[in-house]
């Protein structure tokens, strides 16, 4: 921890799907004042997402499925167009994304090319994500994915030709933060054309 951190008290306000702690430490300012703050953190462990793309037919693997705390924040119906994404549960991230893939959109992937990580939230929410992209082709397709029914999973598998997903984020069909960074990535790069 940094020396200008002094870890104080922390409480648990509640431990169910993911713990949320309320934090009280000092915190020493850029002019060397000490200030107590208190905060609360939520910690619901990392993640991992991936962008599945296909350079023949131009196209790319989305979900959809409803999201409680969009839906609370005046997104109606609660459904969200994403990447798949996961915990991952004690997994290595690459292990986990590539199981997540499998899991989510039945499609059985070799490999996951890590571009990056990111603190999402990094306000509230202790979780990291790490970012990865990986191609897609028809003989990979092993189920019709859908997420597992023992996690209350019911996510829709989306193929679309990456031009269309790309337009979804200027039109407002996509507000996921992950996946406008993924699409984002994907054209910035143009890994579709190379």
Same mark, same amino acid.
């Given at each position: 921890m940094s020396r200008k951190i002094k870890l104080k008290k922390t409480e648990v306000l509640s431990n169910r799907w993911a713990l949320l702690n309320e934090i009280t430490y000092e915190y020493q300012t850029r002019r060397g004042e000490w200030q107590t703050q208190n905060r609360e953190a939520y910690d619901r462990g990392d993640g991992a997402c991936i962008l599945l793309y296909n350079r023949?037919?131009? #196209? +790319?693997?989305l979900t959809r499925q409803f999201r409680l705390p969009t839906y609370l924040n005046n997104n109606p119906g609660g459904m969200m167009i994403e990447a798949c994404a996961g915990l991952l549960d004690k997994d290595y991230p690459e292990a986990c994304i590539i199981k997540e893939t499998e899991e989510e959109t039945g499609y059985r992937i070799p490999k996951a090319r890590k571009i990056f990580e990111s603190y999402m939230s990094p306000g509230s929410v202790t979780e990291l994500i790490h970012f990865?992209?990986?191609?897609?082709?028809?003989?990979? #397709? +092993?189920?019709?994915?859908?997420?597992l029914a023992e996690e209350q999973e019911d996510i829709e598998v989306l193929e679309m030709d990456f031009e269309e997903a790309y337009n979804k984020i200027a039109n407002g069909e996509i507000k996921d933060g992950k996946t406008i960074i993924l699409l984002q990535y994907m054209k910035i790069n143009d890994l579709i054309n190379k």
């Open positions: 023949t037919t131009k #196209k +790319v693997i990865f992209v990986g191609e897609y082709s028809e003989e990979m #397709k +092993v189920s019709e994915g859908g997420g």
